[in-house]
């Protein structure tokens, strides 16, 4: 018995490298900062730039597979052809990613609703529709494509987007790596919507969606769940709190999907490593390993426990469920957590999420915690000034309040509840003694064990 429960455990043990998951990774890259017929930008070309590097340094993407356009090479016809080239290149085993610096424009049309134009360097805005690329067309021309996964970076403001507002799977969800790998995706990410403006400054040398995908992908700081690879979901929610706050609310990226599909593009780390070759790697679910030491009957000697990380006693290491978990009945399971560290403005996400199904009824109507690590100088914005929150602070405490009764749904996607302004921040940022409250102060959550952020 020791023997074969040997082998299931090493052959579950395998690791999914970014080879498992792509075949080829192709990219189209434009930027545009002097334009023929419009105002010109600044940044557009080193933003694109920019993104190139990227790419090939930290995620394996070929010189020879990017195709780079940039001011006079970035006209209506080459763009439509390049398009059209590396979507009929790319594979079934594929991904793209495609990113456009540059104007943006949304013209109303006769009878109702609004049509978007990504404007080449020879497009006239007074002939959008002859001189630039149509929004639909992003779309049309990713439905005609073979890749498996397509992902739009548009560093541009505007409206008329024909794709739907959904969101993709739970990363709780069962064999969730398996899954969104294997599916297709069709999803697009663009700078701020119609009447928007994007935002460049000399202090960052990029427009500041741009600067958030280098924080993001680069520094890392858009893997939201911390584990080892960052979704175009993810990116997506991180773009759109950190250039809302660096544009001081002047844009807000928009983040949507062509189809139905629930794949995501995936974003692999090089430092999550399981085994001595230099492939990045991240683990399978451990839910495939207790799947199948379930079918066996001896095993006593493997590590039994809780097995569900929602629970509040889970234990990580425990590969047999002995029936013991234990779940919160106040409000919801809330769970709090430290992420998206800005180290330039000493800034910091405190986010929630229910932790497991719960009573929608149930929502949060307060909150109370201590910052140790850092001097807090100021607690704002999140969903808690959004929905109209009294938010005070200290040297060390945050109280956030409703004056009005009102109350913050929970569910289960992270979300921000306020960012954290801090000073002489140490190696190790925790929140401390959290209480939630839902209305009246009724349904108190105590949490006791500390969220703890390690700064880097």
């Not at 969730?176 to 790998?181: A, H, L, N, R």
């Not at 990029?206 to 280098?214: M, P, V």
């Not at 790697?281 to 569900?308: A, H, Y």
């Amino acid at each position: 018995m020791k023997k074969l429960i040997s082998i299931i455990i090493v052959g579950c043990a395998l690791a999914v490298t970014t080879d498992d998951i792509y075949d080829n990774s192709y990219a189209l890259i434009i930027g545009i900062d002097k334009y023929e017929n419009v105002s010109n930008l600044d940044y557009a070309v080193d933003d694109a730039k920019s993104i190139k590097s990227l790419l090939i340094e930290q995620f394996k993407f070929s010189p020879d597979n990017i195709t780079l356009l940039i001011n006079e090479k970035a006209t209506y016809t080459k763009i439509k052809k390049s398009l059209s080239y590396v979507t009929r290149k790319a594979s079934e085993n594929d991904r793209i990613l495609i990113f456009f610096a540059g104007h943006g424009e949304t013209i109303d049309l006769p009878e109702s609703g609004e049509m978007g134009f990504l404007i080449p360097v020879d497009g006239e805005k007074d002939d959008l529709y002859a001189t630039s690329l149509e929004m639909d067309d992003l779309r049309k021309v990713s439905s005609l494509s073979q890749a498996k996964h397509i992902l739009y970076l548009v560093d541009a403001c505007y409206g008329g987007l024909a794709a739907t507002n959904t969101r993709g799977l739970e990363a709780s969800t069962p064999g969730f790596i398996d899954k969104i790998t294997r599916d297709k995706s069709r999803q697009i990410i663009t700078a701020g919507g119609r009447g928007e403006k994007v935002i460049e400054k000399a202090e960052w040398g990029h427009s500041a969606f741009t600067l958030n995908i280098l924080r993001g992908l680069k520094d890392w700081m858009a893997d939201i769940n911390t584990d080892g690879i960052i979704t175009a979901e993810e990116l997506g929610l991180f773009l759109k709190n950190r250039v809302t706050k660096d544009s001081e609310n002047l844009q807000t990226p928009q983040v949507r999907r062509f189809t139905s599909h629930e794949g995501e593009f995936v974003f692999f780390g090089k430092d999550v490593k399981l085994s001595d070759n230099n492939n990045d790697m991240v683990n399978v679910d451990k839910k495939v390993i207790r799947d199948l030491l379930s079918q066996i009957d001896n095993i006593d000697e493997i590590i039994s426990g809780c097995t569900d990380s929602k629970a509040e006693n889970y234990d990580p290491d425990a590969l047999k469920d002995d029936k013991s978990c234990v779940y919160s009945d106040l409000p919801g399971g809330i769970d709090l957590l430290l992420n998206n560290y800005l180290p330039d403005s000493q800034e910091i996400d405190v986010l929630f999420k229910n932790m497991f199904e719960s009573d929608p009824s149930n929502g949060l109507a307060g909150f109370q915690f201590n910052v140790t690590g850092a001097t807090l100088l100021d607690a704002f914005g999140g969903v808690a000034e959004g929905y109209g929150f009294m938010i005070s602070s200290s040297a060390s405490l945050v109280i956030g309040f409703s004056l009005e009764a009102a109350m913050i749904p929970v569910n289960n996607d992270s979300d921000i509840l306020v960012t954290l302004s801090l000073l002489d921040v140490s190696k190790e940022i925790c929140l401390t003694e959290v209480i939630l409250a839902g209305l009246g102060g009724a349904n108190i959550q105590t949490i006791e064990a500390n969220s703890c952020l390690n700064i880097k």
